[in-house]
């Protein structure tokens, strides 16, 4: 009577095995389409709690399986995803020296000394925290204004949210650009990190800009700059200093926020923070990445209005990294390793690019990343990335 649960153990042991190990292995994986790129960005996000799961499945696998070939197999399935998941785990203090070193070279040795005190204090104490990891990155209050009307281009309502510290005052602002392949997305996004960089003293504007297909290139980047317009004019009214502005956009955001803040007539800009946005729209048409799950070439056509044989002044006007003609605001450049929509290597470029062009520039990568890695806020990656883009923040917006 007691041999069924058993039997069922071993086989909930086989199975949990099996499924530690496919969850682990879209850490390497290239994901080929877009259903399986939400498990290749989550993976290394949530490999702390993944580590646990092939160990549960290890113990279970030991004790409960007789078959002694069931047994070894689901062992070596469980082992393997230990091994991944710790690769992740033994990669993070390497990880983050080389990180310190980066903003040290880019911002200079005593850079975290110009930043005063007080804001220091409110920073995260070290780059990843496994209690931060398990119970989350605590949110304090903070005020939130939701559908602020900004500009009507055609007829169109373009919307931002704004967020402030909860006691009333003046704070630099942080004008944050949502991602989603130009196509797709609301200001709602990245509500925690919104709200995280406002209680740490910012007024942050999240902006919305019309969509491609129906409206493309340079429409969005209009947008945009209506925006940055709309924030300098009402700026008392949102307890902002309008002369000290960050942008800070993620993938097709980060894009249109680099844009925004090369221009020549761009307004004053202090800083500019790209989480993974393209850089180079010729080359990233000319080489699309390896699996290629957003299909590269088809958003960028629907971006510009079509290829780049057809568009080539187009494609040239619209890359980030043609614009280093003249001194621009200091850069914060942070790229996955393993991204497969925006590869790290065009990330590198632009640092390159600028560094040799005289202007100051940041490039962080993360090994194990991909695109937009720090959807899972109190991920593994995020927690790096959060920790230097609040102390570049302070540096461009508090230095003494």
């Known amino acids: 009577m007691f041999a069924k649960p058993k039997v069922l153990l071993s086989w909930l042991a086989l199975l949990l095995s099996f499924t530690s190990l496919f969850l682990s292995s879209w850490i390497l994986l290239p994901a080929p389409n877009m259903f399986l790129l939400t498990l290749a960005v989550g993976a290394p996000e949530i490999s702390p709690w993944l580590l646990l799961l092939n160990l549960l499945s290890f113990l279970l696998s030991f004790f409960y399986i007789r078959r002694r070939k069931l047994q070894r197999l689901a062992c070596i399935f469980t082992f393997i995803g230990l091994l991944i998941c710790g690769w992740v785990l033994m990669n993070i203090p390497p990880t983050q020296m080389q990180m310190a070193k980066a903003m040290k070279q880019g911002l200079g040795a005593n850079y975290l ?239 390159e690019s600028l560094h040799n062009s005289g202007n100051t520039a940041v490039f962080l990568e993360i090994p194990w990343a991909e695109h937009a890695f720090d959807a899972v806020f109190n991920g593994v990656s995020n927690q790096l990335a959060l920790y230097y883009t609040e102390r570049f923040l302070a540096w461009a917006l508090f230095k003494q």
């Open 113 to 351: 000394e110009q930043i005063p005190v007080q804001v220091r204090a409110k920073m995260l104490t070290h780059p990843f925290e496994l209690v931060n990891f398990f119970g989350g990155i605590a949110s304090r209050k903070t005020r939130h204004k939701k559908d602020i009307i900004f500009a009507f281009p055609a007829g169109v309502a373009l919307k931002m949210e704004v967020y402030q510290p909860s006691k009333v005052g003046k704070y630099p602002a942080v004008v944050v650009i949502y991602g989603g392949a130009w196509q797709y997305g609301n200001p709602h996004a990245n509500l925690e990190f919104n709200q995280y960089i406002a209680h740490q003293g910012y007024t942050v504007f999240a902006i919305a800009y019309r969509h491609a297909p129906k409206y493309q290139f340079p429409v969005q980047l209009d947008d945009v700059r209506i925006a940055l317009n709309f924030i300098r004019k009402h700026a008392a009214e949102y307890e902002a200093d309008p002369e000290r502005m960050v942008l800070l956009g993620r993938s097709a955001g980060a894009h249109l926020a680099m844009l925004a803040a090369y221009q020549p007539d761009a307004p004053p800009i202090r800083a500019v923070v790209n989480y993974y946005g393209p850089v180079n729209l010729t080359e990233g048409y000319k080489t699309p990445p390896n699996p290629d799950p957003i299909n590269t070439r088809a958003v960028l056509k629907a971006f510009l209005g079509g290829s780049l044989e057809e568009l080539p002044n187009q494609y040239k006007i619209a890359s980030p990294i043609n614009y280093l003609t003249h001194p621009l605001p200091p850069t914060l450049l942070i790229y996955g390793s393993r991204d497969h929509l925006v590869q790290a290597r065009f990330g590198k470029q632009m640092y």
